[in-house]
């Protein structure tokens, strides 16, 4: 091949290569003429501000809840029924206060019984708001109401527990526990009401009573010596008992057989008396017989293996012996 002489077989174009387009030439854009919509803008931007402040200033009331609004920091309104309701932007705030009852733990605390015994008391309350324009004015805030709750609590179950003695409030039996709630609930809402904290206590009740550590031992002693004292008594009492009934059945049993004894002995009498009537009937007939017949018993009683009897000849019993019944 010689140099720099042109091929024969020139490149094909690919069947399937899309040709190109030759590019048409770019024409310049006109600038956008803000002038033409500044007032659509304007209305869609007043429009989306409204709406902003409109949602921003719509709250809801709940069933469950009570709705406080403030303007400037004082209170200018309450609601409670359910509802949409809207507050002054930028002026007025709403803020939520709890409608339903709530459980509060009262702190444990150490008191002094009625006989001078120490003991650890672990108390809760049921509670709930009923005026929170009271409870705002003069609580605040549910923390201050509810730590106020607890100091009364605590007041009133150290004044009620401090009239009982130990064994009354741990002895079910001999305990006013059942009055003792509800003492310490009246109490507890009329210095609530006193005070017109806004808040009422549907319930206070114990849920453990513990002695101190160092106290605990020789409680327990103590009680395992009364329980076994108390056992003794009912084993006394049941022995005694016991004594009792069985006297009352032998003294029965004694009527019994006397009675028996009794009417045997008349049937007896009885019987005896009709045998003698038969006998004298008997031997009436034939005196004679009836005398042989008694020797002859009297022999029966008399004469054994061993008997010696030293008796005349002529003695009508030894006649008899000898055979001699003429």
């Known amino acids: ?96 206060l709890p409608k339903y009852q709530m459980t509060y733990d009262v702190s444990e605390a150490e008191i002094n019984t009625k006989d001078k015994k120490r003991i650890i008391i672990d108390n809760y309350a049921v509670w709930h708001v009923v005026n929170p324009r009271e409870l705002i004015t003069n609580a605040v805030t549910i923390v201050n109401a509810e730590s106020r709750m607890e100091e009364f609590i605590y007041s009133v179950v150290r004044t009620e527990l401090g009239q009982l003695n130990y064994d009354e409030i ?89 009675s028996a004894k009794k009417e045997a002995a008349l049937i007896q009498s009885e019987g005896e008396s009709e045998a003698a009537k038969i006998y004298n009937a008997s031997f009436s007939k034939d005196p004679e017989f009836y005398e042989l017949y008694r020797s002859l018993q009297s022999y029966t009683k008399t004469i054994g293996d061993d008997t010696v009897i030293i008796l005349p000849s002529d003695s009508p019993y030894a006649q008899i012996l000898s055979g001699n019944l003429e």
């Open 170 to 258: 741990i002895n079910d039996e001999n305990s006013s526990r059942g009055s003792l709630n509800d003492n310490v609930t009246a109490r507890v809402n009329e210095l609530l009401e006193k005070d017109q904290y806004g808040i009422r206590v549907v319930d206070v009740r114990m849920k453990r009573t513990d002695l101190p550590e160092e106290n605990e031992q020789s409680v327990y002693t103590r009680m395992i010596s009364e329980r076994d004292s108390t056992a003794q008594d009912y084993l006394s009492q049941g022995d005694a008992k016991k004594r009792e009934i069985e006297a009352q059945a032998d003294r029965e049993a004694q009527e019994v057989i006397a």
């Open 1 to 96: 091949m010689e140099p720099n002489k042109p091929l024969n077989n020139p490149v094909k174009p690919n069947p399937w290569e899309k040709p190109l387009k030759p590019k048409k030439p770019k024409t310049p854009r006109e600038p956008i003429n803000f002038k033409k919509y500044w007032k659509l803008i304007t209305v869609l931007s007043l429009a989306l501000f409204a709406l902003i402040i409109l949602l921003t200033n719509v709250y809801v009331v709940k069933e469950n809840e009570y709705r406080v609004v403030r303007q400037f920091g004082e209170v200018v309104g309450i609601y409670e029924e359910p509802g949409i309701r809207m507050k002054i932007p930028f002026v007025q705030s709403v803020s939520t």
